[in-house]
């Protein structure tokens, strides 16, 4: 694997490459990713290191200004942590995990960040690194999505992967999970890759297990954090400025009006990187920061189509396989019209329909036979054609 060389545990101290020193410098404590930049900008990892355990660095100008006030005590910390530390035993770690090491001004470090703002100094990969030499995009938004939230974020990283473009997100619940599972059920190996905020041995979140292990398996999975790292909750507003720099555009599918989203697009904007939002209901509270960015002038992201176009792609299948589902009928149609794309109630298609109640429980059988619409727990929510299409083929929900 690219960016793993060399047999550490036969090897010296003086002989390990500079991705095992790459390693130690990213598990010392406090060091964050603008610490450790800042290090590997002004020496090789291997020289670092031993200006770390000599307390050396931090009298340096250019270190000393971004530890800030207290640089005697972040040397006398770090001088300590080194000294208890055994590199060679992390690098074999990360060796034996399958971890690819990437040293900024490495040969193996990704070129799609090595020359963003603020690159990770050091970056810990699973998977094929070559996902990132595709075009790619990014596709974020709230974990407290609705069902039309995650439909058309499945929707979009399907597409776009099916048409070879690489979908980039955080593993997150809500609309990345479902852009990630979008992505990997269009079936085309290398068009997936996921920035998370913890090592890459701590699943996070639990319920995104399986979907992480896909993500490694067919795509890539990138992180700032080496072996054993939690997911504590800074590096999550960190990790974000990272899918914004690997994105050539972002799109923005729901978010509330505070979210983990308005940090990559604060990120995507210092890149200028084009921002799309996906249009939504003006009532619904997830739909808030997309809607501000559209009248913003932002553009809008109706369909993978419109992505391919801020991508300067011509794709004529950007919509990928058409919809094959048995057309509803005119009660069906009326009743599909009733729900629209937020979860309503029997109660509530009889109203806006003007079926009576027995005409419209047996149309919402028939649509949920067709695959048009889910019933849950006395809710009924449509579902668009790619969604619909994973249920047929899987005869389960995908994954959000």
């Not at 039309?148 to 070879?164: P, T, V």
């Not at 690489?166 to 593993?171: R, W």
């Amino acid at each position: 694997m690219t960016g793993m060389t060399g047999m550490p545990g036969q090897l010296a101290l003086g002989e390990l490459p500079e991705e095992a020193f790459g390693v130690a410098l990213a598990k010392l404590p406090g060091i964050g990713p603008a610490r450790l930049l800042a290090l590997l900008r002004r020496w090789p990892a291997a020289e670092a290191w031993e200006r770390v355990r000599a307390g050396s660095a931090v009298h340096d100008g250019e270190i000393a200004a971004v530890l800030g006030r207290d640089v005697a005590g972040i040397g006398a910390l770090w001088r300590r942590a080194s000294a208890r530390a055994d590199v060679t035993r992390s690098w074999q770690a990360h060796l034996d995990a399958g971890i690819g090491v990437h040293v900024l001004g490495g040969p193996s470090y990704p070129a799609a960040l090595a020359c963003d703002i603020e690159p990770p100094g050091v970056l810990f990969t699973r998977g094929d690194v070559g996902a990132l030499s595709r075009r790619r995009v990014a596709i974020v938004g709230t974990r407290r999505c609705t069902r039309y939230g995650r439909d058309i974020a499945f929707e979009l990283g399907h597409d776009l992967a099916a048409n070879g473009v690489t979908v980039v997100s955080g593993l997150a619940l809500g609309v990345d999970g479902a852009a990630h599972a979008g992505a990997l059920s269009a079936g085309r190996p290398g068009t997936v890759a996921a920035v998370v905020g913890s090592g890459l041995d701590v699943v996070y979140p639990r319920r995104n297990a399986a979907l992480w292990s896909e993500v490694g398996t067919v795509g890539v999975l990138l992180s700032e954090a080496p072996l054993g790292t939690a997911p504590e909750s800074w590096r999550f507003p960190v990790r974000n400025r990272v899918i914004a720099a690997l994105a050539e555009v972002v799109v923005v599918v729901e978010s509330h009006s505070k979210g983990g989203s308005l940090h990559t697009v604060d990120a995507a904007g210092a890149r200028g990187r084009p921002i799309m939002a996906v249009p939504g209901n003006v009532r619904s509270s997830a739909s808030a920061f997309t809607n501000s960015l559209l009248a913003d002038g932002c553009a809008p992201a109706r369909d993978a189509l419109d992505v391919f176009v801020a991508l300067g792609l011509s794709c004529g299948s950007g919509n990928g396989p058409s919809d094959t589902r048995v057309q509803p009928d005119a009660k069906g149609r009326a009743v599909l019209e009733a729900i629209g794309w937020e979860p309503a109630t029997l109660e509530e298609v009889v109203a806006r329909s003007g079926l009576p109640p027995a005409q419209a429980s047996v149309a919402l059988d028939h649509l949920e036979r067709d695959g048009w619409v889910a019933g849950r727990t006395g809710w009924w929510e449509q579902l668009s054609p790619a969604v619909a299409r994973s249920l047929a083929a899987t005869g389960k929900m995908p994954r959000p």
